[in-house]
């Protein structure tokens, strides 16, 4: 038995995926892995499949030799992976003195695809952790 992201597969699961994958050589890896999830109802809290954790368990169970993944399609790029670093914005780093009380309401907002973007993506470069605990800025 394997488990992966909460989830067990029995060795008799792991032979239908086999037996599935064989009757279905037409299909990419992307393809296998949502119609495993729609028929394992396979699915997140918000309805929508778990196609990214099931396809990671297919890699997974492809890489241990369990199963025989058809060959990769295409490559997917990684357009975070290639995007060019922020500009660098600077802000006021010294701390806040006073008590919580007296800051005003914080305000979350979503900043994709408006003005403030580059701003989210150059201060989420500069101070974000890695793990090692080390900003990169």
Known sequence: MVTYRGRSITSEQIVCI???????????RWKLSRELCEAWHWKQANGALRDMVCRGLLLRLHRAGEIELPPVKRAVRNRIAERARPTCVRIEERPLRGSLGDLPPLEFV????????ALFHSLLEQHHFTSSGIGRG
């Open 110 to 117: 979503q900043v994709r695809r408006s003005p403030e973007e």
């Open 18 to 28: 086999r037996r599935w994958i064989a009757d279905r050589p037409e299909l990419s």
